[in-house]
């Protein structure tokens, strides 16, 4: 490795293992840690309760659906923003970043106030019997909203540089229209469609802000567990309780992202040469 | 099988990339579309395609009309330059592509195509590849998989868009020969796009020259050579010198020398642009008359030496080819004096009546124009030139 185009791996390494070590790892290490030191019976009796356990389910199994639907969703707009022109398209295409600019708590409120049984969109969905504020529905609403700008941004930049020829080569060997997407272009999305899905799923995992508005927050039903662990250090001066679940949602988090890794991996298999 | 195109038009906004064009090709016939690039060639074979379509015109197949079709039931095979194959694909399963899209009720079963595949891989020398990925292969052997894919559909027209343009120049020129005798072989119509005047004039039965969007010629390699049509292609192909000259009372006055020879009675005052290619500048032969000239630079290239000449009269430059023999034995070197003769001239007079006419000056009776030096004559009405 002779011409590096940044100069000084030594300095570049250093900046980069800082930046690693003392504001990913110490937090997360502090919180091992703390956790750590409460004994297993402890952890159990946390975990174990059926309010902790439906919170939980309702975190990672939301945040899946809600990955998913950002994927379907966001390969939608993504597409139609890079191959189709249309008038407004820039100021369609600045939109979608809006969820990341927006506080979440503002999300959360305009969401619940237009799904709320008298909201704008809430009073049309009454009749049918679709509730949305103050149900898991909402919950998974609010997860979709702030995690469709991580799959359309990521996907944009991919699509764009993507070549034509592959399919227009499919086209004139005969295939369909829709042969030409789920045999090429699917298959040469599909890494950048997991990396999406990947960074959407962390971040409704993660999601606090917006979700706590719509959900209403009843226990053993809209809970979920970022809510339970400001609960619990609400609730008094030991931070422990608080600790497991954090170091909970954080293994569960790092299972998940590791497999969507190795899907990738895997998906990824015929770039390697040799 | 045939296709007659006719009056071929298509435009991009103000650019007319292709402004009716037309030509026939015989069934086995491999033609090439050659000329610069925006000439206009690949949009014809994207028209042919089904990629693109025509703003004019028509291409008939056999008597049907082929644009009518779906780029998808035109049974085209396309290879395209950067070879576009489905990289996440094995090679035996991109070649297997064609066959698998295709609906339940005409497609063939799942043996039937992998002894299809193997058939294919063989036939392009790629035996033992069916598992590799295209990332796992060299240029030549990915285009060598394109063809192959082309070819599974079992294409009334293959259609090849710069096929070798992103190749090694041995692979290429391998490439080359092979592919004509596999086309050869096949008898497939045949549609090759290239820039690259060796190729089109080494593979093609005929050759078609493009520039602007139009036709400039048509023909075999070898006319295409000894007989361009228009000042582009005699300038495109090959090596050529050019020099500006003016015919009046039965002379051609050319850079300060008055040539004698046949000359058509409708040249007669008009300007013209003389045209030959470095090997009809020949050495004079011992005693006869010739252009006197001076050696300027050599250039040994291989047993050829490419001799670029400063002709005496007005000091004109152009360029000869003599071999390292005749070189030697008349102890050329630079600064040597030499006396020329200039074989054959193309003359082409633009303007009005465009016309092409081939001069073999008689150089015993050439004079300078010494008597009427630094006088100006008119060439035409817009120009004055010193001779």
Known sequence: ?274 | MGITIDGLARRYGAFAALERVSLDIADGEFVALLGPSGSGKTTLLRILAGLDDPDEGRVRRDGEDLLALDARERHVGLVFQHYALFAHMTVADNVAFGLRVRPRSQRPARREIAARVAELLKRVQLEGYERRYPAQLSGGQRQRVALARALAIEPSLLLLDEPFGALDAQVRVALRGWLRDLQRSLGLTTVLVTHDQEEALEMADRVVVMNRGRIEQIGTPAQIYREPATPFVHDFIGRSNRLDGYVEHGRLLLSGYALQGELPMMLDDRAVSAWLRPEQVTLAPRGEAGWPARITRLQVAGSAVRVALTLAGQGAQIEAEWSEEEVSRHALAEGSAVTVQLRTLTLFAEGREPSRHVFRPRHDTMVPLTQAAGATVDIGPWLHRKL
């Open chain 1, 1 to 274: 490795m002779r011409n590096r185009a940044l100069p000084g791996f030594g300095l570049s390494l250093g900046v980069t293992l800082a930046w690693l070590g003392g504001i990913v790892l110490l937090p997360l290490a502090a919180l091992a840690w703390k956790s750590a030191s409460l004994g297993p019976a402890t952890w159990w009796a946390q975990v174990s309760t059926r309010r902790v356990l439906h919170a939980l389910s309702l975190s990672f199994g939301g945040a899946l659906a809600a990955a998913v639907i950002d994927m379907l969703l966001g390969l939608l707009l993504a597409w139609v923003l890079v191959r189709h022109r249309f008038p407004l398209r820039r100021l369609c295409d600045a939109l979608v970043d809006l969820p990341f600019a927006l506080p979440t708590a503002v999300a959360g409120i305009a969401l619940t106030a237009l799904y709320a049984p008298e909201g704008w969109i809430g009073r049309w969905l009454q009749p049918l019997g679709v509730q949305v504020a103050y149900t898991r529905l909402g919950v998974l609403l609010a997860m979709v909203f702030v995690g469709l700008p991580f799959v359309v941004r990521t996907l944009q930049p991919v699509l764009e540089s993507l070549e034509r020829e592959p399919e227009e080569a499919a086209l004139t060997l005969g295939a369909g229209p829709w042969q030409r997407f789920r045999r090429v272009l699917l298959p040469m999305l599909a890494p950048t469609l997991l990396t999406g899905f990947a960074l959407a799923l962390a971040r409704a995992v993660g999601e606090y802000g917006s979700v706590i508005y719509i959900s209403g927050n009843l226990p053993m039903r809209t809970e979920i567990v970022p809510l339970l662990i400001v609960q619990k250090l609400d609730s008094g001066g030991d931070t422990g309780p608080a600790a497991v679940l954090g170091a909970v949602m954080l293994a569960a988090s790092l299972l998940v992202l590791l497999a969507v890794n190795a899907l990738q991996r895997w998906n990824r298999r015929w770039t390697e040469a040799g």
